[in-house]
């Protein structure tokens, strides 16, 4: 079993995130699978999200990797069209969702935008990251430079559909493809625990934690990240 171009690998962003979050995936895993990076800027519910995704998406078997609002969109793409998905990496993201506290929140996150869009990304990072990641400026940079290009109204529009995902719990049995769970060790927004729910939930499903890192886990980790990519590209059978 190897992976080959014939794999069409699409990664699917975070909460203002674009394809810089995956920066190193992308040179990495180049030679694996033809690589393309989903725009999640334009709709404001997850189906349509998810929707969006599939239309823009070449034809065919996908294999899915999403990270934290990514991973949301990733398990509504399996809901919609199962049969397309070849295999499935989730990062830094959980099943469940919002509890109550969480869509106060979102909602209170959207007022702020509102008023002062300019704190967002600042705000975001103080949970995001490793505490020794926000004095790495070259992360901190790169947040900023892709919550500026996202900028305030797409924002809202992903908080929105983040608001509007239902609990993919319930669905995480029918999911029958290789499964790749990752979380940074230090994820203060997504535990360790709500991973090992996906994992437990996935039949065959595999766990990988990534040591002295946040929520962010490609942007903190890059080449752990893209080093479990890697094997498990490699271990999906095209046919």
């Not at 349509?48 to 078997?61: E, F, I, K, T, Y």
């Not at 199962?82 to 993201?93: E, K, N």
Request: glycine share 6%.
């Amino acid at each position: 079993m190897s992976a080959n171009k014939s794999i069409n690998l699409i990664l699917l962003p975070g909460l203002l995130n674009d394809g810089r979050l995956w920066a190193h995936q992308l040179s990495a895993l180049a030679p694996l699978a033809e690589i393309q990076v989903a725009d999640l800027t334009h709709a404001d519910t997850m189906p349509q999200l998810a929707a969006s995704v599939l239309a823009n998406a070449p034809p065919g078997p996908l294999a899915l990797a999403g990270l934290s609002m990514g991973g949301y969109v990733a398990l509504e793409i399996v809901r919609q069209a199962p049969p397309r998905v070849l295999a499935l990496a989730l990062f830094d993201t959980s099943a469940r969702a919002d509890t109550p506290q969480a869509r106060g929140d979102r909602y209170a996150a959207i007022a702020q935008a509102e008023r002062d869009f300019s704190s967002v990304a600042p705000a975001l990072m103080q949970k995001q990251l490793h505490p020794d990641h926000l004095a790495d400026a070259g992360i901190v940079e790169t947040i900023a430079q892709m919550a500026q290009a996202i900028g305030k109204d797409a924002y809202i529009r992903q908080q929105r559909a983040i608001l509007s995902r239902i609990d993919s719990r319930p669905s995480l049995k029918e999911i029958a493809c290789p499964t790749l769970v990752l979380c940074g060790r230090e994820d203060g927004i997504t535990p360790i625990a709500m991973h090992q729910e996906l994992r437990d939930g996935i039949s065959g499903a595999r766990l990988a934690i990534v040591e002295h890192c946040g929520h962010l886990s490609a942007l903190e980790q890059p080449q752990a990240v893209s080093d479990a990519m890697q094997g498990w590209l490699q271990a999906i059978e095209v046919s």
